[in-house]
């Protein structure tokens, strides 16, 4: 059986959670060298973090969003005045610790060694502050997009708690997280959930070496949360299931000549949920999504690629249809510790 269109008014604008943003820096080295003094010939800087990421990929492809985000200290105004220069649309919540930079170090031949702080912490009083004004905000928007790793003195509940106010508000919720918070609002029911190969195979509990292992996978945690489960993997491509309608997609990398891998997941997230939002059919989000995937890690670090881009590889994916099938078995293990980006 395959799915219905997606009800969603053309423009309908996300609301993108960031709740641990950062400024992200790459350092440009001649070399990488253990045990001795390395030079750092430049740096560059610009805004980061998994929702952050998201919100400005969506800019990028014409679809409204608003970003939504705790900043703290000299790093989080820095953020907030790159946000600012970029026009994305931002509700600023303070906390009182500055925000977050996470260290890129890129060799001439493209290797890279990323470090990405997990100290910052919000209090109790403002994660209540934040949870507030993340329910003020849902009045305002007809989806919600909660990317990225939580900082700590937040519960492991916290997603699993937005997506209830969110769903119970009527919107469509997409989540992007792994280990513990993943776990916890796979229960809440997310509209859409994308883990990547790696993160899946943690939830499932068993190694996945294969498309197939992938699509099994991906099923059973469709069946969890009754919803869509997109799965990226690389240079594999990205899987698309919805178990209860049996209707699952492939779709494999366009090649390109690869500068960059960081934030191409976030690049294929935003591009679906564009699409969604837009009221696209499922294998639309597919080829968009893995399009502009691409498209992004042929550009440097930070740096987002011409909208005239981005169509040209869009243009080359292939979308192909599965079999659907019935989950065949569930986790067996808990999940793994959550991501730092």
Same mark, same amino acid.
């Given at each position: 059986m395959?799915?219905?269109?997606?009800?969603?008014?053309?423009?309908?604008?996300?609301?993108?959670?960031?709740?641990?943003?950062?400024?992200?820096?790459?350092?440009?080295?001649?070399r990488v060298?253990?045990?001795?003094?390395?030079?750092?010939?430049?740096?560059?800087r610009?805004?980061g973090?998994?929702?952050?990421?998201?919100?400005?990929?969506?800019?990028?492809?014409?679809?409204?969003?608003?970003?939504l985000?705790?900043?703290?200290g000299?790093?989080?105004?820095e953020?907030?005045?790159?946000?600012r220069?970029?026009?994305?649309?931002a509700?600023?919540?303070?906390?009182?610790?500055?925000t977050r930079?996470?260290?890129?170090?890129?060799?001439?031949?493209?290797?890279?060694?990323?470090?990405?702080?997990?100290?910052?912490?919000?209090?109790?009083?403002?994660?209540?502050?934040?949870?507030?004004?993340?329910?003020r905000?849902?009045?305002?928007?007809?989806?919600?997009?909660?990317?990225?790793?939580?900082?700590?003195?937040?519960?492991?509940?916290?997603?699993?708690?937005?997506?209830?106010?969110?769903?119970?508000?009527?919107?469509?919720?997409?989540?992007?997280?792994?280990?513990?918070?993943?776990?916890?609002?796979?229960?809440?029911?997310?509209?859409?959930?994308?883990p990547?190969?790696?993160?899946?195979?943690?939830w499932?509990?068993?190694?996945?070496?294969?498309t197939?292992?992938?699509?099994?996978?991906?099923?059973v945690?469709?069946?969890?949360?009754?919803?869509?489960?997109?799965?990226?993997?690389?240079?594999?491509?990205?899987?698309?299931?919805?178990?209860?309608?049996?209707a699952?997609?492939?779709?494999?990398?366009?090649?390109?000549?690869?500068?960059n891998? !960081? /934030?191409? *997941?976030? &690049?294929?997230? =935003?591009?679906?949920? @564009?699409k %969604?939002?837009?009221?696209?059919?499922? +294998?639309?989000?597919?080829?968009?999504? !893995? /399009?502009? *995937?691409c &498209?992004?890690? =042929?550009c440097?670090? @930070?740096? %987002?690629?011409r909208?005239?881009?981005? +169509?040209?590889?869009?243009?080359?994916?292939?979308?192909r249809?599965?079999r659907?099938?019935?989950?065949?078995? @569930?986790?067996r293990?808990?999940?793994?510790p959550?991501?730092?980006?």
């Amino acid at each position: 059986m395959m799915p219905p269109r997606v009800p969603a008014g053309h423009g309908a604008r996300a609301l993108v959670v960031a709740l641990n943003p950062s400024i992200d820096a790459e350092w440009r080295v001649a070399r990488v060298r253990w045990e001795e003094k390395n030079e750092v010939l430049s740096e560059r800087r610009w805004p980061g973090g998994k929702g952050v990421n998201v919100a400005r990929w969506l800019r990028r492809l014409s679809h409204p969003a608003t970003l939504l985000l705790p900043l703290g200290g000299a790093t989080g105004r820095e953020l907030a005045r790159q946000l600012r220069e970029e026009t994305l649309p931002a509700r600023v919540l303070p906390v009182r610790q500055s925000t977050r930079v996470n260290i890129i170090v890129t060799q001439p031949a493209g290797h890279q060694l990323r470090f990405n702080p997990v100290w910052q912490r919000l209090t109790p009083g403002e994660w209540r502050s934040v949870l507030a004004g993340i329910t003020r905000a849902l009045g305002h928007a007809k989806c919600l997009v909660l990317s990225g790793s939580i900082p700590r003195g937040i519960p492991a509940t916290a997603y699993a708690q937005i997506i209830r106010r969110a769903r119970s508000a009527g919107l469509q919720c997409i989540l992007d997280c792994d280990g513990a918070p993943f776990a916890a609002a796979v229960a809440a029911r997310p509209f859409l959930v994308k883990p990547n190969q790696h993160e899946l195979a943690q939830w499932i509990g068993r190694p996945l070496g294969s498309t197939k292992a992938v699509l099994e996978a991906a099923r059973v945690l469709s069946a969890a949360t009754r919803g869509w489960v997109l799965v990226s993997r690389g240079a594999a491509g990205a899987v698309l299931v919805h178990a209860a309608n049996r209707a699952a997609w492939v779709a494999r990398a366009v090649p390109t000549t690869v500068l960059n891998t !960081v /934030g191409a *997941g976030d &690049a294929l997230l =935003a591009a679906v949920v @564009g699409k %969604l939002t837009a009221g696209a059919l499922p +294998e639309d989000w597919l080829r968009w999504g !893995v /399009g502009t *995937g691409c &498209a992004a890690t =042929a550009c440097p670090a @930070g740096r %987002l690629p011409r909208r005239s881009q981005i +169509e040209r590889v869009v243009a080359r994916v292939h979308v192909r249809a599965v079999r659907g099938g019935r989950p065949i078995a @569930g986790p067996r293990a808990a999940a793994g510790p959550n991501n730092a980006s």
